[in-house]
């Protein structure tokens, strides 16, 4: 794939990016592996002033930003500079809590003294995709950066620019470069990275063919890995559910970043007696949402990324419907090669269709029938997928239970699904492994090391 800014709302290529050969890339890694020993030597103060400076750039730059997010990957400027401040606030939170999470942990043993000290791996190669392309490094970077450690970036090849500003912000913040580089290579470069023993770990978020073939060479290599992957989410609604707010916030929960949301909620399980209403209110507040020019503030949903995923997601939909599902609300593709998907709701989603075996990355509501709380948890933990989850219920007790026994990484109840600085974050099954965020997040690319100091030994005798 091309390494281009392509704007999915006038159709046109902004700027074209020449790929680094393998000979530029491997003296990138040579400087970053370099710059890995003296980072690590660093204070935790000298890391946590480069990231406030970080955190009060990207709020300097939140329009600037925005505006490159919505002219490479559609993102309305609104949702931008949510995105952007978001980024801030990670950077923060990981300046001021890194200490902290990191700081040794004393255990008790035989010895006189033991404790578990945590210390940086080195260089650490982020694999990272196109809908959330500042968030999504950001959040791998705060934690690593103030635990010692190094970033290379191997973004989406759509989103050069968000890539190359971000790395001009760490950089404008005081990061030495080398510690901190986005690399515009092909895929065909990642394996060759992962190889090299100068690269400690790797990160990725997107899809399950990439994060298998990067767990395979990486498993080779003896190299360890985050993946977050996909996610079907379940979006449970019992009969006693506050109908008019489940609905509200389910319309919501399925037009982030119009539908291209790893956590976005996908499958719809509500109980019989509510089916009706729920799908009428859904289908309601699908269409009061408005699309338009991502640069417009009034933009409330921009285009798919690119006219070939929403040539994708028409035919998962099309395919579906010849399967069985029922469509309550038409929208899609006004045409084949439009980047353009209005929402839509499938119903009568049953097993064997490809709306109920994959995941849909786009706004498309799968609308599915639970006889009862027991038969809706069934069809949630039917998925080969388990990233988040969110149940609405007026019995909290039942939630908490219901919360329990959901096969996922995340559980929200009666609330938006979403990613948090305080929470861990990421899944289980073919959603990936590993954890991102919260203190949990800052110690996956650490060394947990072991250390036991003996006994004093005892004076044998009197000194003179």
Known sequence: MPIESYNPYTDRVLRRFSAFSWSKTERILAQADKAARAWRGTTFAHRAGVLHRAAALLRQRQDELARLMALEMGKPVVDGRAEVQKCAACCDFYADKAEEFLADELIQTDAGRSFISYQPLGVVLAVMPWNFPLWQVVRFAAPALMAGNVGLLK????????ALALEQVFHDAGLPPAAFRSLLIGSDLVEKLIEDDRVQAVTLTGSEGAGSAVAATSGRHIKKTVLELGGSDPFLVLADADLPLAAKTAAQARMINAGQSCIAAKRFIVEKPVLKEFIRLLKGHLLEMQTGDPLDEATQYGPLARPDLADDLTRQVEDSVAQGAKVELFGGQSQPGSALFRPMILSNVKPGQRAYEEELFGPVALVLEAKDAADALRLANDS????????W????????????EIESGAVFVNGLVKSMNELPFGGVKKSGYGRELSYLGIREFVNQKSVWIGKEAKAKGKTE
């Open 155 to 162: 973004h989406a090849s759509n989103v050069p620019q968000c």
């Open 384 to 391: 080969r997928f388990g990233l988040g989850a969110a149940i």
């Open 393 to 404: 219920t007026q019995d909290l007790k039942k939630g908490e239970q219901l919360a329990r």
